[in-house]
Each structure stands twice: as structure tokens, then as C-alpha cells.
């Protein structure tokens, strides 16, 4: 089973349109969690952390359930440029080690 | 502010010949990461470095492979010799703390004829 485990998508929505999806981590001891965001042909970016009471971060919310072992992120109001892909990262306690999920791919059409 | 800088941004070599990617970490930074990343098996952890020093090299694929940290601002990842199934995209990244997330460079595309 992969450490961390994402529906690939795409998920393909209108601008506008509210866009959700979620990431299952299999080791019950992770830590913390972040959301990256990949450009087609760019590097991975740091889009936010995940704490375990949820946070917002403009138009993005991301929550975390322990219970269940998954993250989601959501994206309201839908721009063109939040066309990416999204990846989920966790991390064990005392660990630099980042283990990314594959990546949702998010397509945002006018 | 400058972030994580590596060089070159593209390499395409032949089968059998050197190659060296280089990075330069975010100033500050104790721990830096190089990744490859491929269509097929995604973002791979190659080796990490903590103070200078290699913690995990567990991920690099083979003895072809080889990575050093001389000093807290400078990194290099060579491969020798190359093969065509190296050809990847080879990221570095850097971090200060644990739990704070990691900054990615802007990559090395590396074709391997």
C-alpha cells in the first residue's frame, strides 16, 4: 500500500465553480501534512499546511481528519490559473523525509 | 530573496558520459533534498543532507549515482555513467525546519540519448 494515495483526477470545472478533493496517508504516526501545487513543466510548491483544526488560505481551505486517516483541499470560486496539479505531503514525527502522493490534477475551463 | 537555484536548467547527453547537477540551497537552510521525478514513478526522494552531512541515501537508485554537500551552500548530484533511463527531471529542494514544508528549485530536465 502507498504511503500517501490520491485520485488522480482530472477534475476537470468551470471558472467559478467549488472543486474538492481528498488524499488517505496509511501510517496513523504522520505528522504534519502540506498541499504542493506542480505547473506543467515546474517545480513543486509549498500551496499550504494542513493543521489539524482546518485553515484557510484565501479561496483554499484544507482539513484533516486523523480518525480517517485523509486530507481534502478545496478550492471556491475557481480561477483559470488554478489549473495544476495538487499534491498531498506528509511527514513522520523527527522527519525531514516528505512522502508526496501522486497528484490531483485540477483543470479550471472559462 | 533568492530561493533554491540549480544549474543547469537542461542537460542532453549521450549514454556513458558524466553528468553533474548542481544546487545552491535557500542561505539558512540545514537540509537539502534532491528528488527525480518521471511520468511513470513520480516524485522520488533520492538522498537527503542535514547539516552537510548524508542522512538517507536510501533512494539513490544505484552506484552510478553520487551526491556530496561540501559545504552549507553548495550541492552536486553526478551520475556516471549515464544511461538513457536517467533522463528525468532532477529537483532540489531545501528546508530549515522540520514540519515547515520544503522550497523546490526550479529543476534540471536531464535527457540521456
Known amino acids: 500500500r502507498k504511503e500517501v494515495e490520491q485520485d488522480p483526477g482530472p477534475f476537470n470545472v468551470p471558472e467559478g465553480a467549488t472543486v474538492a478533493f481528498n488524499c488517505t496517508y496509511s501510517n496513523s504516526a504522520s505528522q504534519s501534512f502540506f498541499w504542493y501545487r506542480q505547473d506543467c513543466r515546474k517545480e513543486p510548491k509549498l500551496l499550504m499546511s494542513?493543521?489539524?483544526s482546518g485553515n484557510e488560505d484565501g479561496r483554499f481551505t484544507a482539513q484533516l481528519n486523523r480518525a480517517s486517516q485523509y486530507i481534502s483541499l478545496l478550492i471556491r470560486d475557481s480561477k483559470l490559473s488554478d489549473s495544476a496539479t495538487y499534491l498531498c505531503v506528509v511527514t513522520l514525527p523527527n522527519d525531514y523525509k516528505l512522502s508526496f502522493g501522486a497528484g490531483t490534477t485540477v483543470t479550471v475551463r472559462a | 530573496d533568492a530561493g533554491v537555484i540549480q544549474s543547469p536548467r537542461h542537460e542532453v547527453t549521450e549514454m556513458g558520459q558524466e553528468v553533474t547537477l548542481r544546487c545552491k540551497p535557500i542561505?539558512?537552510?540545514?537540509?537539502l533534498f534532491w528528488y527525480r521525478q518521471t511520468m511513470m514513478r513520480g516524485l522520488e526522494l533520492l538522498i537527503y543532507?542535514?547539516?552537510?552531512?548524508?542522512?538517507?541515501d536510501s533512494g539513490m537508485p544505484e552506484d552510478r549515482f553520487s551526491a556530496k554537500m561540501p559545504n552549507a551552500s553548495f550541492s552536486t548530484l553526478k551520475i556516471q555513467p549515464s544511461e538513457p533511463r536517467d533522463s528525468a527531471v532532477y529537483f532540489c529542494?531545501?528546508?530549515?525546519?522540520?514540519?515547515?514544508?520544503?522550497?523546490f528549485g526550479p529543476g534540471t530536465r536531464l535527457t540521456v540519448l
Open positions: 543532507f542535514n547539516n552537510n552531512v548524508p542522512i538517507d
Open positions: 529542494a531545501s528546508s530549515s525546519l522540520q514540519g515547515v514544508g520544503q522550497f
Open positions: 494542513v493543521y489539524s
Open positions: 542561505s539558512g537552510h540545514n537540509s
